[in-house]
């Protein structure tokens, strides 16, 4: 059975950094397309950062230059690391394959962006 669990969310402010965690069992994240996501109040769910197999990497416009995704193929973990935080990143950040399957969405991680 497919699993993702999040972590590493919380309270930064403007500017901060924060390092997201990514569980994945069940499946192995190094032979597949994976992808953070975050849906803020009130929006749909987005996708933020992709990784494929290949470790090619791509990020939404609004997060290029500030966030990087990357795996730990041994620990089978997924990780998004978020830098210069703008309060506009505030929002429940999730972990599935891209494409994303409606069957994997766990709990997320709250990031929230404040002073």
């Known amino acids: 059975q497919v699993q993702f669990v999040e972590s590493g969310g919380g309270l930064v402010p403007p500017g901060g950094s924060l390092r997201l965690s990514c569980a994945a069992s069940?499946?192995?994240?190094?032979?597949?397309?994976m992808g953070w996501y975050r849906q803020a109040p009130g929006k749909e769910r987005e996708l933020v950062a992709r990784?494929?197999?290949?470790?090619?990497?791509n990020y939404g416009d609004s997060v290029k230059g500030r966030f990087t995704i990357s795996r730990d193929n041994a620990k089978n973990t997924l990780y998004l690391q978020m830098n210069s935080l703008k309060p506009e990143d505030t929002a429940v950040y999730y972990c599935?394959?891209?494409?994303?399957?409606?069957?994997?969405w766990g709990q997320g991680t709250q990031v929230t962006v404040s002073s």
């Open positions: 599935n394959l891209h494409p994303s399957s409606s069957r994997y």
């Open positions: 069940g499946m192995i994240v190094s032979i597949n397309a």
């Open positions: 990784i494929s197999s290949g470790a090619i990497t």
